[in-house]
């Protein structure tokens, strides 16, 4: 019985010890930067909203300047934009059988999965969509 405890609190306490670490960045990293290995260190010390998983961070774009030694949390990196401000898009909207295609212009830059602005270019009215791999906005549904 004493030797079951022991092994969970052996394991437990191995856990909150990878646990306690927080990716930063190496180097000055400039917003709209691809994040490579090469630009991560890991500091051995827990961040509140940092993140303890540099594979977690590796291919994501830098959505802000990131500073040398500063723990780098989720809000400062996304998914690489593939659509720019201003850009035009094809907006689809499905329900059922009855789907509706327009031209729109992005709002923000976003990437694959993200939630972009989209103003309809027909009625001026924007709206919000996920973007699709192929650069389509999904609207509603």
């Known amino acids: ?20 670490q927080t990716v930063v960045a190496a180097h000055g990293i400039r917003a709209r930067s691809i994040i490579m290995p090469e630009d991560l260190a890991i500091l051995d010390k827990d961040t509140i909203g940092g993140i303890a998983d540099a594979t977690d961070i590796i291919g994501q774009e830098a959505r802000v300047n990131l500073y040398a030694g500063r ?50 270019l027909a009625s001026r009215l924007t709206v ?9 906005i999904e609207v509603g549904g």
């Open 128 to 136: 919000t969509g996920r973007v699709l791999f192929d650069g389509t």
């Open 1 to 20: 019985m004493k030797l079951v405890f022991l092994s969970i609190f052996l394991l437990l306490t191995s856990v909150l010890a990878v646990s306690a």
């Open 71 to 120: 723990a780098i949390r989720v809000s400062e990196i996304g998914e690489p934009a593939i659509l720019e401000r201003n850009q035009l898009v094809f907006m689809t909207y499905s329900t059922g059988l009855l789907t509706i295609s327009t031209e729109g212009r992005v709002l923000n830059r976003v990437g694959i999965g993200e939630m972009a602005r989209v103003m309809n």
